[in-house]
């Protein structure tokens, strides 16, 4: 774990481009309830939106960690929250390991979560992070460059019936039997190395009525690679978990997502947490004596504003869940 305090890391050039524009801020302070001090923990900082908007709206007793694995966004927060260098600690962390850090950082308990999950306008928009399937650059997209394992190694080295089931499983594509058909046919010829190469193949085994409906052909597919290459949701339910374990009561938990497939993994977690009960439905009473650990805030996720979605159209998809922690219910001495 590598932590980065403002004082101790320069940058080389003076600029950064990380440009990312935060979607429901306003929604987001106000779900996480900041009061007049706390420790406020972003567990994907980006280039800082929610992280400035949170500091610059608190008195300075509030302070904030912020977590990305990725080190463009380190470095782009860095400089956006220059200003309250005194008050925020970033760290440069995959999420998974969120209890590590904080074990690192001797921070027993936070009075808040945010995770702001998916891509960056910055990685989508940057061709030399192979996210996006618009520019033609190096088959990548790794959030963070230090992992090994890219989208190239997986469109050139998956079996295919391991391949199809990635992208159906990650992209929901109906087609994805088909294209990883002719992504293993194409690649018997030469490796597969640009996200250019991919679309076409993918443009070919999509059929043309499909290509002229809905989103561009290769989206769903591009959204799988990149979900399968970063574990996104392999690693989210442990760490919402480990989230709520070192919430405060009290304390907020807020998940933006972007996407079905997390919104879903949100969602079971948050009533898995506030509804723990495993007891047979026709019981009279709860015999099996686990405490719900949440009380959900919103049983149906906020949505972006329509001044919002006319200002930045990819909010179109962002979903915002929010769940408060429980104090501990405290039992009796014959334990009822």
Same mark, same amino acid.
């Given at each position: 774990?590598?932590?980065?305090?403002?004082?101790?890391?320069?940058?080389?050039?003076?600029?950064? #481009?990380?440009?990312?524009?935060?979607?429901?801020?306003?929604?987001?302070?106000?779900?996480?309830?900041? *009061?007049?001090?706390?420790?406020?923990?972003?567990? $994907?900082?980006?280039?800082?939106?929610?992280?400035?908007?949170?500091?610059?709206?608190?008195?300075?007793?509030?302070?904030?960690?912020?977590?990305? /694995?990725?080190?463009?966004?380190?470095?782009? @927060?860095?400089?956006?929250?220059?200003?309250?260098?005194? /008050? %925020?600690?970033?760290?440069?962390?995959?999420?998974?390991?969120?209890?590590?850090?904080?074990?690192?950082?001797?921070?027993?308990?936070?009075?808040?979560?945010?995770?702001?999950?998916?891509?960056?306008? =910055?990685?989508?928009?940057?061709?030399?992070?192979?996210?996006? =399937?618009? #520019?033609?650059?190096?088959?990548?997209? /790794?959030?963070?460059?230090?992992? $090994?394992?890219?989208?190239?190694?997986?469109?050139?080295?998956?079996?295919?019936?391991?391949?199809?089931?990635?992208?159906?499983? =990650? !992209?929901?594509?109906?087609?994805?039997?088909?294209?990883?058909?002719?992504?293993?046919?194409?690649?018997?010829?030469?490796?597969?190395?640009?996200?250019?190469?991919?679309?076409?193949?993918?443009?070919?085994?999509?059929?043309?009525?499909?290509?002229?409906?809905?989103?561009?052909? @290769?989206?769903?597919?591009?959204?799988?690679?990149?979900?399968?290459?970063?574990?996104?949701?392999?690693?989210?339910?442990?760490?919402?978990?480990?989230?709520?374990?070192?919430?405060?009561? !009290?304390?907020?938990?807020?998940?933006?997502?972007?996407?079905?497939?997390?919104?879903?993994?949100?969602?079971?977690?948050?009533?898995?947490?506030?509804?723990? %009960?495993?007891?047979?439905?026709?019981?009279?009473? %709860?015999?099996? !004596?686990?405490?719900?650990?949440?009380?959900?805030?919103?049983?149906?996720?906020? $949505?972006?504003?329509?001044?919002?979605?006319?200002?930045?159209?990819?909010? /179109?998809?962002?979903?915002?869940?929010?769940?408060?922690?429980?104090?501990?219910?405290?039992?009796?001495?014959? *334990?009822?």
């Amino acid at each position: 774990m590598e932590e980065i305090f403002f004082s101790q890391v320069k940058d080389s050039d003076n600029s950064i #481009h990380f440009i990312h524009q935060p979607v429901m801020v306003k929604e987001v302070l106000a779900s996480l309830n900041p *009061g007049a001090a706390g420790v406020f923990v972003d567990c $994907t900082v980006g280039g800082g939106g929610h992280a400035f908007a949170l500091l610059q709206s608190t008195p300075p007793q509030v302070r904030l960690v912020g977590l990305d /694995r990725d080190p463009a966004a380190i470095q782009a @927060a860095r400089q956006k929250l220059a200003p309250f260098a005194e /008050r %925020c600690t970033l760290v440069r962390a995959n999420f998974a390991g969120l209890a590590a850090v904080l074990d690192e950082l001797q921070l027993e308990a936070a009075d808040g979560f945010l995770f702001d999950l998916g891509v960056s306008s =910055y990685q989508l928009d940057n061709p030399a992070r192979g996210f996006s =399937y618009m #520019h033609d650059a190096p088959l990548d997209m /790794r959030m963070d460059p230090a992992d $090994t394992t890219t989208a190239r190694d997986l469109v050139n080295k998956l079996p295919e019936r391991e391949l199809a089931g990635i992208i159906r499983r =990650y !992209g929901e594509e109906r087609w994805a039997s088909r294209i990883a058909s002719f992504i293993a046919r194409a690649r018997r010829d030469r490796e597969i190395t640009t996200t250019s190469q991919l679309v076409e193949i993918i443009k070919t085994a999509v059929p043309a009525p499909a290509r002229r409906e809905g989103p561009h052909p @290769a989206k769903r597919t591009f959204q799988a690679l990149r979900i399968a290459v970063n574990r996104e949701l392999d690693i989210l339910p442990g760490a919402l978990r480990e989230a709520v374990a070192r919430l405060k009561p !009290g304390g907020r938990i807020c998940v933006l997502t972007f996407h079905s497939l997390e919104d879903r993994i949100v969602k079971e977690t948050f009533r898995e947490l506030a509804q723990p %009960c495993q007891c047979p439905p026709k019981l009279p009473a %709860c015999i099996c !004596g686990r405490q719900p650990e949440l009380k959900l805030v919103t049983r149906r996720p906020l $949505t972006p504003a329509e001044k919002e979605l006319a200002e930045n159209s990819r909010a /179109r998809s962002a979903k915002l869940r929010v769940a408060e922690k429980m104090s501990p219910v405290l039992k009796n001495r014959e *334990g009822e």
